[in-house]
Protein backbone atom coordinates (compact mmCIF):
# COMPACT_ATOMS: atom_id res chain seq x y z
CA UNK A 1 0.00 0.00 0.00
CA UNK A 2 1.39 3.44 -0.68
CA UNK A 3 0.17 6.72 0.98
CA UNK A 4 0.83 10.49 0.21
CA UNK A 5 1.11 12.76 3.32
CA UNK A 6 2.92 15.63 4.74
CA UNK A 7 5.19 15.63 7.90
CA UNK A 8 5.09 19.21 9.94
CA UNK A 9 5.06 21.13 13.29
CA UNK A 10 2.00 23.42 12.35
CA UNK A 11 -1.12 22.56 11.28
CA UNK A 12 -1.93 25.40 8.30
CA UNK A 13 0.61 23.81 5.93
CA UNK A 14 -1.80 20.53 5.81
CA UNK A 15 -4.57 22.66 5.30
CA UNK A 16 -3.08 24.51 2.53
CA UNK A 17 -1.35 21.28 0.52
CA UNK A 18 -4.82 19.69 0.84
CA UNK A 19 -6.61 22.17 -0.68
CA UNK A 20 -4.37 21.64 -3.98
CA UNK A 21 -3.65 17.65 -3.49
CA UNK A 22 -5.23 14.56 -2.24
CA UNK A 23 -3.44 13.67 0.77
CA UNK A 24 -3.81 10.08 2.58
CA UNK A 25 -2.48 10.97 5.95
CA UNK A 26 -0.19 13.71 7.92
CA UNK A 27 2.13 13.70 10.37
CA UNK A 28 1.91 16.77 12.83
CA UNK A 29 3.96 17.19 15.79
CA UNK A 30 2.44 19.13 18.99
CA UNK A 31 -0.63 20.40 17.57
CA UNK A 32 -2.92 18.13 19.57
CA UNK A 33 -1.69 16.97 23.80
CA UNK A 34 -2.93 17.56 26.71
CA UNK A 35 -1.42 21.13 26.59
CA UNK A 36 -1.83 22.22 23.33
CA UNK A 37 -5.88 21.71 21.96
CA UNK A 38 -5.29 23.85 19.22
CA UNK A 39 -6.32 20.90 16.43
CA UNK A 40 -9.31 19.91 18.06
CA UNK A 41 -12.03 22.68 16.67
CA UNK A 42 -11.31 23.24 13.61
CA UNK A 43 -8.20 20.89 11.95
CA UNK A 44 -9.24 17.53 13.14
CA UNK A 45 -12.74 17.91 12.19
CA UNK A 46 -11.22 19.36 8.60
CA UNK A 47 -9.00 15.89 8.10
CA UNK A 48 -11.43 14.33 8.66
CA UNK A 49 -14.09 15.41 7.04
CA UNK A 50 -11.77 15.20 3.90
CA UNK A 51 -10.40 11.60 5.32
CA UNK A 52 -6.97 12.62 5.71
CA UNK A 53 -5.57 10.45 8.34
CA UNK A 54 -3.43 12.05 11.18
CA UNK A 55 -0.07 10.61 12.58
CA UNK A 56 0.45 12.70 16.27
CA UNK A 57 3.85 13.23 16.61
CA UNK A 58 5.60 15.27 19.44
CA UNK A 59 2.95 13.95 21.79
CA UNK A 60 5.46 14.92 24.87
CA UNK A 61 5.45 18.79 23.10
CA UNK A 62 9.18 17.84 23.05
CA UNK A 63 9.46 16.37 26.96
CA UNK A 64 7.56 18.15 29.33
CA UNK A 65 4.92 15.50 29.18
CA UNK A 66 7.06 12.64 29.18
CA UNK A 67 9.62 13.93 32.15
CA UNK A 68 7.36 16.00 33.93
CA UNK A 69 7.27 19.20 35.89
CA UNK A 70 10.23 18.18 38.01
CA UNK A 71 12.47 16.22 35.31
CA UNK A 72 15.92 16.15 36.45
CA UNK A 73 17.08 17.77 33.43
CA UNK A 74 18.53 20.86 33.45
CA UNK A 75 16.04 22.06 30.86
CA UNK A 76 12.50 21.14 30.66
CA UNK A 77 11.12 22.23 27.43
CA UNK A 78 8.23 22.51 25.45
CA UNK A 79 8.16 22.86 21.97
CA UNK A 80 11.86 22.58 21.98
CA UNK A 81 11.99 25.66 24.18
CA UNK A 82 12.38 25.95 27.62
CA UNK A 83 9.18 25.66 29.27
CA UNK A 84 7.55 28.76 29.86
CA UNK A 85 5.93 29.12 33.91
CA UNK A 86 2.39 28.94 32.64
CA UNK A 87 3.18 25.38 31.10
CA UNK A 88 5.18 24.46 34.02
CA UNK A 89 1.96 25.22 36.33
CA UNK A 90 -0.36 23.73 33.54
CA UNK A 91 2.21 20.16 33.93
CA UNK A 92 1.72 20.36 37.67
CA UNK A 93 -1.76 20.72 37.44
CA UNK A 94 -2.05 17.38 35.59
CA UNK A 95 0.46 16.13 37.51
CA UNK A 96 -2.15 16.11 40.65
CA UNK A 97 -4.96 14.62 39.29
CA UNK A 98 -2.49 11.77 37.63
CA UNK A 99 -0.86 11.49 41.42
CA UNK A 100 -5.10 10.69 42.65
CA UNK A 101 -5.97 8.24 40.20
CA UNK A 102 -2.59 6.67 39.23
CA UNK A 103 -2.21 7.47 35.62
CA UNK A 104 1.46 8.19 34.88
CA UNK A 105 1.55 11.22 33.12
CA UNK A 106 2.76 9.65 29.89
CA UNK A 107 0.35 7.32 29.74
CA UNK A 108 -2.25 10.31 30.52
CA UNK A 109 -0.69 12.44 27.38
CA UNK A 110 -0.07 9.38 24.98
CA UNK A 111 -3.91 8.17 25.35
CA UNK A 112 -4.97 11.57 25.29
CA UNK A 113 -3.76 11.94 21.57
CA UNK A 114 -4.54 8.47 20.20
CA UNK A 115 -8.31 8.69 21.61
CA UNK A 116 -9.61 11.19 18.97
CA UNK A 117 -11.10 9.59 16.14
CA UNK A 118 -8.84 11.66 13.22
CA UNK A 119 -5.75 9.91 14.54
CA UNK A 120 -4.86 6.83 12.88
CA UNK A 121 -1.19 6.59 14.91
CA UNK A 122 0.74 8.15 17.27
CA UNK A 123 4.75 8.86 17.38
CA UNK A 124 6.30 7.98 20.95
CA UNK A 125 10.23 7.58 19.98
CA UNK A 126 12.61 5.71 22.51
CA UNK A 127 16.12 6.43 22.96
CA UNK A 128 16.74 3.29 25.04
CA UNK A 129 15.04 -0.56 25.37
CA UNK A 130 13.31 0.71 28.40
CA UNK A 131 11.40 3.80 26.72
CA UNK A 132 10.43 1.34 24.33
CA UNK A 133 8.75 -0.75 27.33
CA UNK A 134 7.78 2.38 28.54
CA UNK A 135 6.12 3.09 25.31
CA UNK A 136 3.86 0.14 25.73
CA UNK A 137 2.65 0.75 29.15
CA UNK A 138 1.50 4.18 28.47
CA UNK A 139 -0.72 3.07 25.15
CA UNK A 140 -2.06 -0.39 26.74
CA UNK A 141 -2.77 1.00 30.93
CA UNK A 142 -5.92 1.51 31.48
CA UNK A 143 -7.21 4.49 32.67
CA UNK A 144 -10.11 4.61 34.74
CA UNK A 145 -13.00 7.21 33.61
CA UNK A 146 -12.99 9.31 36.64
CA UNK A 147 -9.86 10.47 35.78
CA UNK A 148 -10.64 11.81 32.34
CA UNK A 149 -13.81 13.27 34.20
CA UNK A 150 -11.63 15.19 36.77
CA UNK A 151 -9.50 16.22 33.78
CA UNK A 152 -12.32 18.32 32.30
CA UNK A 153 -13.99 19.14 35.09
CA UNK A 154 -10.76 21.11 36.18
CA UNK A 155 -10.30 22.55 32.74
CA UNK A 156 -7.37 21.48 32.36
CA UNK A 157 -8.81 19.67 28.56
CA UNK A 158 -11.79 20.78 26.66
CA UNK A 159 -14.93 19.26 27.75
CA UNK A 160 -15.37 18.39 24.16
CA UNK A 161 -12.15 16.16 23.77
CA UNK A 162 -12.65 12.68 22.98
CA UNK A 163 -11.37 10.70 25.65
CA UNK A 164 -10.39 6.72 25.93
CA UNK A 165 -12.90 4.42 27.27
CA UNK A 166 -12.34 2.69 30.04
Not at 45 to 63: D, K, V
Amino acid sequence: MKAIGLGVNETASVLQVAEEFDLDCSMVAGRYTLLNHGALDHFYPEMQRRGIGIIAAGIYNSGILAEGSKSMTTTRTYDCQPAPEAIVRKVEALEAVCERHGVSLATAATQFVYAHPAVTAVVQGALAPEHVVANVAAISTPVPAAFWADLKSSGLIPEAAPVPEA
